[in-house]
């Protein structure tokens, strides 16, 4: 039977930082009102009823010994939960390594004006009372601390935290962490929005609830809720989507943690089966049986002259794959649906790959992008959507003296009602990119 952690036996530590002195970390008005609405919302009797002295909020942290010294805090007086969360600038630094930027900050010296994330995660880590722990990260790159396997791999990967193996972690312990976004994503504070994208999504469901989710909220319930929202978050011209949505957990145990009361929720009685159900007529050919079919024939077509550029099938068991596929395939696989399968991926810059950016996948429910940060179209969209092959014209070095000359590179521009793309140098080998979207759109 489940049951909600101890409000009691529980501590919280909220930290943030939204005003930084150096001029490269942008500030962040939100954070501010992320730390008091989620304070506000973490005590409400009707949602999680935290006593009001159980939850530490830390707003302009000083020092790393301030947020380091709150978590020993927590974990000292707790007997059931510890909840630690974030929101500010995420610094990466070698893989597994994630710095919480403080106001004082500098970017080229993480190390010592930064907060380690490994400094917490060992004193959670090695908390061997408490019999559960939560960590959310509302920042850049705040995958960094689950990894960079796939999503079910991922899990296991965090029990790791930052370089100990899973046996180290008690059977019995409950180890969970949610991010905003994964190592090579930005996450998203947008402009006129009180709170920032992550925040606010997952505020909604606290207070809102789950519709059609069980009496109490598990963390992986919010991580499923989160991830459909933000799925749908309305982009604005000129800033970057929200940041994939991770979830780590060790033994799946996320499912076994519960936070909050699901104010959504309705006891009704099960609906009996109808006995003469209606038959669902089926389509004599699916939308991805098309355009698996049709890019079948590209993928003949363009590999035989240029293998890097062109587009590739995804196979169900790959043999031999070149090293630049296999992430674009693994990255992509981290995004889609139960029930979506890759079909095709096409990478335009092989060579500056980082993990899967620069890569379009071809799904069975739409297309998918990455600049790093995720974009989705489902097919049933793609009509209101246009593709244009624009060139332009830059300079690039000539010489070891800084001398420079044009060069006139060519960038697919795909625009449409929730988006404006500009791929940079994503036609430079030919325009049939555009071709197979247009031929793919007419499907639809």
Same mark, same amino acid.
């Given at each position: ?9 529980? +501590? ?47 707003? =302009? ?63 959670? +880590? ?28 991922? %899990? ?19 180890? %969970? ?12 504070? /947008? =402009? ?41 978050? /309305? ?31 309705? =006891? ?31 993928? &003949? ?48 810059? /092989? ?5 899967? &950016? ?63 793309? &500009? ?8 325009? %049939? ?12």
């Amino acid at each position: 039977m489940p049951s909600l952690s101890d409000p009691a036996g529980s +501590r919280v530590v909220l930290v943030g930082a939204h005003t930084y002195e150096h001029p490269g970390l942008k500030n962040v008005p939100a954070v501010a009102n992320n730390l008091n609405r989620l304070k506000k919302c973490l005590t409400d009797p009707s949602i999680w009823g935290l006593p009001e002295e159980n939850v530490k909020v830390i707003e =302009q942290p000083a020092t790393q010994s301030e947020v380091v010294d709150a978590v020993v805090d927590a974990v000292k007086h707790a007997t059931d939960t510890v909840l630690f969360y974030y929101v500010g600038h995420g610094l990466p630094d070698r893989p597994k390594e994630l710095y919480l930027a403080l106001p004082t900050s500098l970017p080229g010296r993480r190390f010592d004006t930064t907060c380690r994330f490994e400094y917490i995660a060992d004193k959670l +880590r090695h908390a061997s009372h408490i019999p559960r722990v939560v960590v959310i990260l509302d920042c850049c790159y705040a995958g960094t601390v689950l990894g960079t396997l796939s999503e079910g791999d991922a %899990a296991e990967e965090l029990g790791e935290l930052a370089g100990q193996t899973l046996d180290l972690l008690p059977p019995d312990r409950a180890y %969970a962490v949610l991010v905003a976004a994964e190592s090579t994503e930005l996450a998203a504070a /947008p =402009q006129g929005r009180d709170l920032t994208a992550y925040t606010e999504t997952l505020l909604k469901c606290l207070t809102d609830g789950k519709p059609g989710g069980r009496s109490l909220l598990s963390l992986e319930a919010l991580h499923e809720y989160i991830r459909a929202e933000l799925r749908r978050w /309305p982009l604005v011209e000129g800033e970057h989507p929200p940041g994939t949505p991770g979830l780590g957990s060790p033994r799946g145990s996320a499912g076994q943690v519960y936070i909050a009361k699901n104010r959504a929720f309705k =006891q009704t009685a099960p609906t009996p089966p109808d006995p003469n159900p209606e038959p669902v007529p089926q389509e004599s050919s699916s939308v991805a049986d098309l355009v698996r079919d049709y890019l079948t024939k590209q993928v &003949q077509k363009e590999q035989k002259t240029y293998e890097e550029h062109a587009l590739h099938l995804v196979p169900a068991r790959p043999v031999g794959e070149k090293r630049y596929l296999r992430l674009a395939r693994e990255g992509h696989l981290r995004k889609l649906e139960p029930s979506e399968d890759l079909i095709a991926l096409w990478i335009w810059n /092989p060579f500056l790959i980082s993990k899967w &950016q620069s890569s379009l996948a071809f799904t069975t429910h739409g297309i998918r992008i990455t600049l790093p940060n995720h974009y989705f179209i489902p097919y049933g969209e793609l009509q209101g959507y246009t593709f244009e092959v624009i060139s332009r014209t830059e300079r690039e070095p000539v010489g070891a003296n800084g001398g420079t000359m044009p060069r006139t590179v060519y960038d697919l521009l795909i625009s449409g009602p929730r988006m404006k793309l &500009q791929l940079a140098e994503a036609c430079k080998i030919s325009s %049939a990119p555009k071709q197979w979207l247009e031929d793919i759109q007419a499907y639809t």
